[in-house]
């Protein structure tokens, strides 16, 4: 939050003469992040480096609204950044949370809704909400 603060004053303000200069930078950085944290992520077994990687692909939206250089687009990259954070808390602590010290994530939550339906659908959900599928907090945002 801290960081997305810091380049929304960097763009508005008395640095305004500057944001065309780097407009073009935060473009092309919007995109290689958003590249780079698909393409990292589809290779991946384990959990938490696919949430890692899509904490990658995350902060390419977050570029990508900050580029608009538009009241309105920061606004939106203000919204998506809480949204985001809350997200990605309660994936986390829903992961390490109920299975703490195991490495093996991916074959535990397979197995899930036969201990218990309410805390697997709870897990989808957060996981979904995450990908930006409709009608979830995570789509809205991206959208």
């Known amino acids: 939050m801290a960081i997305v603060g810091t380049i929304i004053i960097l763009v508005t303000g008395p640095f305004l003469g500057i944001f065309s200069n780097i407009q073009g930078l ?7 992040s958003l590249l780079i944290g698909c393409i990292g992520a589809l ?33 939106a990259t203000v919204i998506y950044n809480i949204l985001y954070i809350v ?9 390490v949370g109920i299975f703490p010290g195991s490495s093996n994530y991916n074959s535990m939550i397979a197995g899930l ?5 309410i805390l697997a659908l709870t897990v989808a959900i ?4 995450l990908a930006g599928i409709p009608p979830l907090a995570g789509f809205i945002s991206k959208y």
Do not use: W
Request: proline share 0%; with cysteine; charged share 10%.
């Open 26 to 32: 935060l473009i092309c950085s919007a995109i290689l």
């Open 43 to 75: 290779n991946q077994s384990k959990l938490k480096r696919i949430l890692a990687y899509s904490a990658i692909s995350h902060i390419g939206f977050l570029l990508a609204g900050i580029s608009t250089g538009t009241i309105e687009g920061l606004i």
């Open 87 to 95: 997200m990605s808390f309660n994936a986390f602590t829903l992961i």
């Open 113 to 117: 809704s036969r201990h218990s339906l």
């Open 126 to 129: 957060v996981l979904l909400s």
